[in-house]
C-alpha cells in the first residue's frame, strides 16, 4: 500500500527518510526543503500543537510504527508535514471510536483505492477519447457490448 499520498500499511513509509545526502549536496536551499513535504521540520511540540493533540498521542505513533519522524542529531524526533498529514487522519479516526489498528486499516485502504483510482484516470487519459466509453459496457471502438 503506497501513494504519494501516505500509505497506511508501510509504517516505513511514514518514516523517517534519508535527508542527509541532500543536505550535504549544498544544492538544496532553505526554501526548497521548506516546500518539501517529507522535511522534517517540526519538532514534537510544534507538530502537537498544529494538530491540536497531547505530545503523547505522537510518540504512541512512533511506539506503533505508525509515524516514525526522524531524529536529531540529539534524538529529538521532527515530523514532516506529510507525517503530520497521516497523523491527523488517525486522530479523526480515533475520534469516530476506531482502534489503531482499525484506522491504520482504513487509511491502508482509502490510500489503495485513491492510488487505482490514479492509475485509472491516467489510463483513461492515455486512451483519449475512444477509451472514455469502454467502461459503460462499450467496447474500445464505442459500440455496445453484448
Known amino acids: 500500500m503506497s501513494s504519494d499520498n501516505t500509505s497506511a500499511s508501510d509504517a516505513e513509509g511514514h518514516g523517517a527518510e534519508d535527508h542527509d545526502a541532500a543536505r550535504s549536496s549544498g544544492g538544496d536551499d532553505l526554501a526548497n526543503r521548506l516546500d518539501d513535504p517529507d522535511y522534517p521540520s ?23 510504527r505508525a509515524v516514525r519522524p526522524q531524529r536529531s542529531a540529539g534524538g529529538h524526533r521532527r515530523y514532516s508535514r506529510r507525517q503530520l498529514q497521516f497523523a491527523l487522519r488517525v486522530r479523526e479516526l480515533f475520534d469516530q471510536g476506531h482502534s489503531l489498528t482499525s484506522a491504520l486499516r482504513i487509511l491502508s485502504l482509502e490510500d489503495e483505492l485513491a492510488a487505482a483510482r490514479n492509475v485509472i484516470t491516467r489510463l483513461r487519459h492515455q486512451l483519449g477519447p475512444r477509451g472514455h466509453g469502454a467502461h459503460r459496457g462499450q467496447d474500445s471502438r464505442g459500440d455496445e457490448g453484448e
Open 42 to 64: 517540526y519538532t514534537t511540540g510544534q507538530a502537537a500543537e498544529a494538530l491540536g493533540v497531547q505530545q503523547a498521542f505522537l510518540r504512541s505513533l512512533d511506539t506503533a
